[in-house]
Nanobody, 122 residues
Framework: QVQLVESGGGLVQAGDSLRLSCAASGGTFSSYTMGWFRQAPGKEREFVAAISWSGGVTNYADSVKGRFTIYRDNAKNTVYLQMNSLKPEDTAVYYC???????????????WGQGTLVTVSS
């Protein structure tokens, strides 16, 4: 089973950029569909973005489309979330997730990281 560790969160101002990283270990990284989710206080966890094993297929939530980019480097066993034009509404704990040979969808992820906090001030 793959294990995931997120990093890169922090406090930024509206309009700034931030890149989150998710390092994987203990599994065959290139066999996993990878995703990013986020959870704001008092809200359910929501889908942000996903990417196929090859990186050729991506999927984004409407709220981040055009601002966020998900990409992966299988040689480094790492998936990234580049976040541009950040808004206060993006404030949340961001989680990396994985599923083995799964569709690039919003559901069915069964491996999760511990989360990294992103706070966007106005």
């Amino acid at each position: 089973q793959v294990q995931l560790v997120e990093s890169g969160g922090g406090l930024v101002q509206a309009g700034d950029s931030l890149r989150l990283s998710c390092a994987a270990s203990g599994g065959t990284f290139s066999s996993y569909t990878m995703g990013w989710f986020r959870q704001a206080p008092g809200k359910e966890r929501e889908f942000v973005a996903a990417i196929s094993w090859s990186g050729g297929v991506t999927n984004y939530a409407d709220s981040v489309k055009g601002r966020f980019t998900i990409y992966r480097d299988n040689a480094k066993n790492t998936v990234y979330l580049q976040m541009n034009s950040l808004k206060p509404e993006d404030t949340a704990v961001y989680y990396c997730a994985a599923k083995y040979w799964g569709a690039v969808s919003t559901t069915s992820y069964n491996v999760w990281g511990q989360g990294t906090l992103v706070t966007v001030s106005s």
